[in-house]
Nanobody
Framework: VQLVESGGGLVQAGDSLRLSCAVS??????VGWFRQAPGKEREFVGA????????AYADNVKGRFTISGDNAKNTVYLQMNSLKPEDTAVYYC???????????????????WGQGTQVTVSS
């Protein structure tokens, strides 16, 4: 099982960026996005249920970030708009087989993780 993130980079505040998470080897019920800034714990950003397409987001990104999935490509996207300097972090995607229909938002339920991609937002 492998999850590979891509699309990170350096952008200015207010810009947009789209991250991709390519999954191979298995098909997860849920794919989540998390991020970790220096000196901070890894935090939940958002997640999508493969079967229902339903999504959930952390309050601090709601309305700015959107998760979508392409089941044919087994790829999940994180569209990030109106980026802020506080969005700077390493972004990880993760997969879980927990819950076929509900969106899983708890970090501990995600077992498989990608290597992360750096997003830096300058002011």
């Amino acid at each position: 099982v492998q999850l590979v993130e891509s699309g990170g980079g350096l952008v200015q505040a207010g810009d947009s960026l789209r991250l991709s998470c390519a999954v191979s080897g298995r098909t997860f019920n849920n794919v989540g996005w998390f991020r970790q800034a220096p000196g901070k714990e890894r935090e939940f950003v958002g997640a999508i249920s493969r079967s229902t397409g339903r999504t959930a987001y952390a309050d601090n990104v709601k309305g700015r970030f959107t998760i979508s999935g392409d089941n044919a490509k087994n790829t999940v996207y994180l569209q990030m708009n109106s980026l802020k300097p506080e969005d700077t972090a390493v972004y990880y995607c993760a997969g879980t087989f927990a819950s076929f229909s509900e969106v899983v938002t708890t970090r501990d339920q995600y077992v498989y993780w990608g290597q992360g991609t750096q997003v830096t937002v300058s002011s």
